[in-house]
């Protein structure tokens, strides 16, 4: 279980989400689904009212389905959790004429693709691409013929634990642009201000707890994950978590998120995933804090709003 997910348990179990929303006399629940796209799929439908989901898969699953979807926390963005590995000795440009394992349309695909451009390479210049399930990711290294993969953590600290295993590029390369965050309805959140509120301040509490280095919290979020408190650390130190609400904030008002988004845009574009029949990268209008907007302004479907972070920030909640 990735690490920056893992505080929302920790809400659920602890009791501190229960003791937040008592506190604005409403009822949160806090579901785990162990499919991730599958949450998203199912937030999309309307079977619940807020969940966690990178920029990128919130940008094409929600977003550019008609469900418009706003941020309520931004956590993290990974800062070396997500890597390609090769076998051996090299570098990007030697991916060029070789198969590699991901998980298609993923984080991991826009990864590859970001470092292929850093090296003036495409994906058109690979031999070619096997999808490959996270869960099936360090079985596939241990065969002959996987040489070359894109995944994350947990499973890319196991896999780089073997000596001929080699990081040539990782998340921390284009820092900011894989970002994990809370996202919400937008109907609902406006309807029910008391859930912005007190999921924002349960998740600030238990932020920091972690920032303070409380080990009971944080070995309880490592055991959750399936790892020790050492390895769940060493996953924190990929990772740039928002400690402070006002990190969070301004994080998500500066001008660099909207250059990652454009970004986005364009990758889910260019591979077909940006909505069912979308024309250009611009199909789906984001509109950030400042009120601008990239894409289509008569189509804003997801919304970077720090309200809620705000409201922590200022001791509000």
């Known amino acids: 279980?990735?690490?920056?997910?893992?505080?929302?348990?920790?809400?659920?179990?602890?009791?501190?989400?229960?003791?937040?929303?008592?506190?604005?006399?409403?009822?949160?629940?806090i579901v785990q689904i162990n499919d991730y796209i599958e949450g998203i799929n199912q937030f999309t439908a309307g079977a619940f009212d807020a969940v966690g989901a990178t920029n990128m898969d919130a940008l094409s699953i929600p977003a550019g389905g008609g469900v418009d979807t706003t941020t309520l926390i931004v956590g993290d963005y990974s800062n070396g959790n997500d890597a390609i590995i090769i076998k051996g000795e090299g570098?990007?440009?030697?991916?060029?004429?070789?198969?590699?394992?991901?998980?298609?349309?993923?984080?991991?695909?826009?990864?590859?693709?970001?470092?292929?451009?850093?090296?003036?390479l495409s994906e058109r210049d690979l031999e070619g691409l096997v999808n490959t399930s996270d869960a099936d990711m360090i079985a596939a290294y241990a065969t002959d013929d996987v040489t070359h993969l894109v995944t994350w953590n947990p499973m890319a600290?196991?896999?780089?634990?073997?000596?001929?295993?080699?990081?040539v590029y990782d998340s921390s390369d284009i820092p900011g642009?894989?970002?994990?965050?809370?996202?919400?309805?937008?109907?609902?959140?406006?309807?029910?201000?008391?859930?912005?509120?007190?999921?924002?301040?349960?998740?600030?509490?238990?932020?920091?707890?972690?920032a303070a280095g409380d080990e009971e919290v944080l070995t309880a979020m490592a055991e959750a994950s399936g790892t020790d408190l050492a390895g769940y650390k060493a996953q924190l130190a990929a990772t740039e978590m928002?400690?402070?609400?006002?990190?969070?904030?301004?994080?998500?008002?500066?001008?660099?998120?909207?250059?990652?988004?454009?970004?986005?845009?364009?990758?889910?574009?260019?591979n077909g995933?940006?909505?069912?029949?979308?024309?250009?990268?611009?199909?789906?209008?984001v509109e950030y804090p400042d009120g601008t907007i990239t894409g289509d302004s008569s189509n804003v479907k997801l919304r970077f709003d720090t309200t809620y972070m705000q409201m922590a920030a200022d001791g509000a909640l």
């Open 1 to 29: 279980m990735y690490v920056g997910w893992m505080p929302w348990g920790y809400l659920e179990d602890s009791g501190i989400m229960d003791k937040w929303a008592d506190k604005y006399e409403i009822d949160v629940e």
């Open 91 to 120: 570098d990007v440009s030697s991916l060029a004429g070789k198969t590699v394992n991901l998980v298609e349309l993923s984080v991991s695909h826009y990864l590859l693709a970001r470092a292929l451009a850093s090296a003036g």
């Open 157 to 167: 600290a196991e896999i780089l634990a073997d000596p001929v295993a080699n990081s």
């Open 177 to 210: 642009e894989i970002v994990d965050i809370m996202w919400a309805n937008t109907e609902v959140l406006e309807a029910n201000p008391a859930f912005g509120k007190a999921v924002a301040g349960a998740w600030f509490e238990v932020i920091e707890l972690m």
């Open 242 to 270: 928002f400690y402070t609400p006002a990190e969070a904030v301004a994080f998500t008002e500066s001008e660099e998120l909207k250059t990652t988004m454009v970004s986005v845009a364009e990758f889910l574009f260019e």
């Open 273 to 285: 995933i940006l909505g069912e029949g979308a024309p250009s990268p611009d199909f789906v209008g």
